[in-house]
């Protein structure tokens, strides 16, 4: 298995949990309505469903998981509060970089927004730091490791863009009127654009390097001419034209081993262990109890 593989199976996997910390984080901070008697929120012909059925149909198909997370959540901030484990703001950087430069709407869906990416990514150091906190790795091993897979910590030029396409040039000048006068890129992509995969997402593509195979050639040319916020001339594409947005672009970096030696000493530790990285091994220090009784 080659280095980015890797890498976006590690992303890939932190990242299948967004959705649900978002959801009982936002529901810890009262975002999510509260049950009150009988509200009917939904009618079907004579039929109604109330808020109460709602709520317990969540709770009896999420309700466990979505708890256990809550508690692994709650676990890793207070034994990481206990052993002062912290996590730089350099390393978040780092790390949401990294994950930046492999997002790509057109190529798999990634759930979330970067501020669930970088809530996740930080609760997935803390828990690492945690379970390996006892466990040895030498000197060696890490610059053994560092110079056998250089290609881990290294990522390319790329940009965050998304697009329009529509069909004919007329229409793409249309569109460029539009912007011109204040009008959302992203509600006009919702609107008009004949890309489904992207419409429905305001036309993000993701961040996309110069050897992307997801995109026309000629967007690559066409972002080398624009700033940030900056919109595109009509480009002529397969199906019609389309406008492009630069959001940001994302500088390529080599990362040097003194930078990612935690992360190296974090993934020994974490191979030479049994079992899964979870938190739930963390319980028993903490004392925990809940619901739905014994883990």
């Given at each position: 298995?080659?280095?980015?593989?890797?890498?976006?199976?590690?992303?890939?996997?932190?990242?299948?949990?967004?959705?649900?910390?978002?959801?009982?984080?936002?529901?810890?901070?009262?975002?999510?309505?509260?049950?009150?008697?009988?509200?009917?929120?939904?009618?079907?012909?004579?039929?109604?469903?109330?808020?109460?059925?709602?709520?317990?149909?969540?709770?009896?198909?999420?309700?466990?998981?979505?708890?256990?997370?809550?508690?692994?959540?709650?676990?890793?901030?207070?034994?990481?509060?206990?052993?002062?484990?912290?996590?730089?703001?350099?390393?978040?950087?780092?790390?949401?970089?990294?994950?930046?430069?492999?997002?790509?709407?057109?190529?798999?869906?990634?759930?979330?927004?970067?501020?669930?990416?970088?809530?996740?990514?930080?609760?997935?150091?803390?828990?690492?730091?945690?379970?390996?906190?006892?466990?040895?790795?030498?000197?060696?091993?890490?610059?053994?490791?560092?110079?056998?897979?250089?290609?881990?910590?290294?990522?390319?030029?790329?940009?965050?863009?998304?697009h329009i396409v529509v069909k004919t040039e007329k229409e793409a000048n249309m569109l460029l009127?539009?912007?011109?006068?204040?009008?959302?890129?992203?509600?006009?992509?919702?609107?008009?654009?004949?890309?489904?995969?992207?419409?429905?997402?305001?036309?993000d593509i993701g961040f996309v390097s110069k050897d992307n195979e997801y995109v026309p050639g000629a967007y690559?040319?066409?972002?080398?001419?624009?700033?940030?916020?900056?919109?595109?001339?009509?480009?002529?594409?397969?199906?019609?034209?389309?406008?492009?947005?630069?959001?940001?672009?994302?500088?390529?970096?080599?990362?040097?081993?003194?930078?990612?030696?935690?992360?190296?000493?974090?993934?020994?530790?974490?191979?030479?262990?049994?079992?899964?990285?979870?938190?739930?091994?963390?319980?028993?220090?903490?004392?925990?109890?809940?619901?739905?009784?014994?883990?």
């Amino acid at each position: 298995m080659s280095g980015r593989t890797l890498w976006s199976i590690i992303f890939g996997l932190i990242l299948i949990n967004c959705i649900t910390v978002g959801y009982f984080l936002s529901k810890e901070r009262g975002i999510l309505p509260v049950s009150s008697n009988g509200e009917t929120i939904a009618t079907i012909g004579e039929v109604t469903i109330t808020r109460e059925q709602w709520m317990a149909e969540l709770e009896s198909r999420y309700g466990k998981d979505t708890l256990k997370d809550l508690v692994n959540m709650k676990v890793v901030e207070e034994l990481a509060e206990k052993y002062a484990i912290t996590v730089s703001e350099d390393v978040m950087e780092r790390e949401l970089a990294v994950y930046k430069s492999m997002y790509n709407s057109l190529d798999e869906e990634q759930p979330g927004n970067e501020e669930n990416w970088e809530q996740q990514i930080r609760y997935s150091i803390l828990l690492e730091e945690l379970l390996t906190r006892d466990v040895l790795v030498t000197e060696k091993e890490m610059e053994t490791f560092y110079e056998n897979n250089k290609d881990l910590y290294s990522i390319k030029e790329a940009y965050h863009l998304s697009h329009i396409v529509v069909k004919t040039e007329k229409e793409a000048n249309m569109l460029l009127d539009e912007l011109a006068g204040g009008s959302s890129f992203e509600a006009l992509a919702l609107e008009k654009s004949l890309d489904e995969f992207t419409a429905n997402q305001g036309g993000d593509i993701g961040f996309v390097s110069k050897d992307n195979e997801y995109v026309p050639g000629a967007y690559l040319e066409a972002v080398l001419k624009l700033g940030e916020g900056d919109w595109s001339e009509p480009i002529q594409v397969d199906e019609g034209y389309a406008i492009i947005l630069l959001h940001k672009k994302l500088e390529g970096e080599t990362y040097s081993y003194k930078e990612v030696k935690g992360q190296i000493r974090r993934q020994i530790a974490l191979e030479q262990m049994e079992g899964p990285v979870s938190a739930e091994p963390l319980w028993d220090e903490i004392g925990v109890s809940w619901f739905y009784g014994k883990k």
